[in-house]
């Protein structure tokens, strides 16, 4: 989300929520997530679901 202006409700996702937000919105895989982010898949399924619910 570089050079993009976020919405004011991006302000409440903690910094690693927001990484992953901006790793969905450019279609990259919970596989792939887990493994750029240094995290388990269940933590990256955690953020996922917990970003999903939020929309």
């Known amino acids: ?3 993009i ?3 004011e409700m991006f302000s409440e996702l903690t910094p690693r ?3 992953v937000l901006e790793l969905l919105t450019h279609g990259v895989s ?5 493994q750029h982010l240094h995290l388990s898949p269940r933590t990256v399924e955690k953020y996922v679901s ?3 619910r939020k929309l």
Request: charged share 25%; net charge neutral.
């Open 1 to 3: 989300m570089t050079g």
């Open 17 to 19: 929520k927001q990484q």
């Open 5 to 7: 202006q976020k919405p």
């Open 50 to 52: 917990s970003l999903l």
């Open 30 to 34: 919970n596989a792939e997530m887990d």
